[in-house]
């Protein structure tokens, strides 16, 4: 059983396209995070959701926005990709407070 | 600002040696430290974690090294396999807080 999942796995896409990822987890978890991994490996928290209600939100473009249907679902939606968008997007989970994150496989977006 | 500084950003390491990578932070309200561990084309996986109330937990061939005074802990791989080759990032995250602070990882590749 995937315990954190998210699709696509690869996504290429054109400069000013809207393109959006897809996050579940069936840990039980109230907490999920969105991740951006850039070229050089860095893991930078971008979100986090506790409960559907967003708790971080760290200093990210306006064109990134990220939406909790409900506790087990986090989505990232992106207006207007960029080149700068290029990296892989990691979707994290974990329960409230508790440092013990599980991530998922990540999606590898490319901006041509 | 939060921070966690770690070192080497790369370390090659011969099979059966013992790896060893250093992570220092400031933030004296950091109260989880955990380590992950990142194969390619996969997430982050959490490897082994430590609260400030000790000075060393092991698991397996993996210890942590914890130094409160000095506000610096380590990760040492014994008997390193090439199965350990993969990027390792520490983290840090404050008491009451959901956010991971990691560092910028190590890329370690173990030769037979």
């Known amino acids: 059983d995937t315990a954190v999942s998210q699709t696509p796995k690869y996504l290429v896409t054109q400069m000013g396209n809207d393109k959006s990822i897809k996050c579940e987890q069936n840990?039980?978890?109230?907490?999920m995070y969105w991740y951006k991994q850039d070229s050089k490996k860095f893991l930078k928290i971008m979100f986090s959701y506790n409960n559907k209600e967003l708790i971080i939100n760290e200093t990210v473009p306006n064109r990134f926005s990220p939406k909790s249907p409900d506790k087990a679902h986090l989505n990232l939606h992106i207006n207007s990709l960029e080149l700068g968008d290029s990296a892989v997007y990691f979707c994290a989970s974990s329960f409230t407070g508790n440092g013990e994150q599980y991530f998922g496989p990540g999606t590898r977006l490319t901006v041509t | 600002q939060q921070q966690v500084k770690q070192s080497p950003q790369s370390l090659i390491v011969q099979k059966g040696g013992i790896s060893i990578i250093n992570c220092a932070y400031e933030n004296t309200a950091f109260d989880y430290f955990p380590w992950y561990q990142q194969f390619p084309g996969k997430g982050p996986a959490l490897l082994i974690a430590i609260r400030p109330d000790v000075s060393e937990k092991k698991e397996g061939r993996f210890t942590i090294s914890f130094n409160k005074s000095a506000k610096q802990f380590s990760l040492h791989i014994m008997d390193s396999q090439p199965g350990d080759s993969a990027t390792y990032f520490c983290a840090a995250k404050g008491a009451g807080s959901y956010q991971l602070t990691f560092g910028k990882g190590t890329k370690l590749s173990v030769i037979p």
């Open positions: 840990l039980g978890h109230d907490t």
